[in-house]
């Protein structure tokens, strides 16, 4: 039961941080496409890890992490005032590298295939 109640709450925490992201923030350092991959909040609400993708190379997905990162009381300051919670969590951004890893591989694959092909 506590499982589902806390995959609600990310799911919840997910969609409406990515809102307040998009219609709220408005820091220069966001140039980037930013996507929320997943929330993982602790088992007592206090903190949030915040896993996003952003789109670009290192250093813009450096500077655009450390805006977020700088942002992170705002956002759940807002985020707070859509969604009611005994404790909104502190927010932790993190770079999730998982889609990118996913991109990685498939290109090689593609590359030995390729690479086969030509034998």
């Known amino acids: 039961m506590a499982n589902t109640r806390m995959k609600r709450v990310n799911s919840l925490l997910k969609e409406v941080i990515s809102d307040v992201i998009k219609k709220e923030v408005s820091d220069p350092r966001l140039t980037s496409i930013i996507t929320i991959t997943s929330v993982n909040t602790s088992k007592d609400l206090r903190n949030a890890t915040v896993h996003v993708s952003i789109f670009g190379d290192d250093e813009a997905r450096k ?19 859509l969604i009611v919670l005994k404790y909104f969590p502190s927010l932790i951004f993190k770079l999730d590298m998982g889609l990118e890893s996913h991109d990685k591989i498939e290109s090689l694959l593609k590359d030995i295939h390729e690479k086969e092909n030509l034998k």
């Open 63 to 81: 500077k655009n992490l450390e805006a977020l990162n700088s942002a992170s009381k705002y956002i759940a300051i807002k985020s707070s005032q």
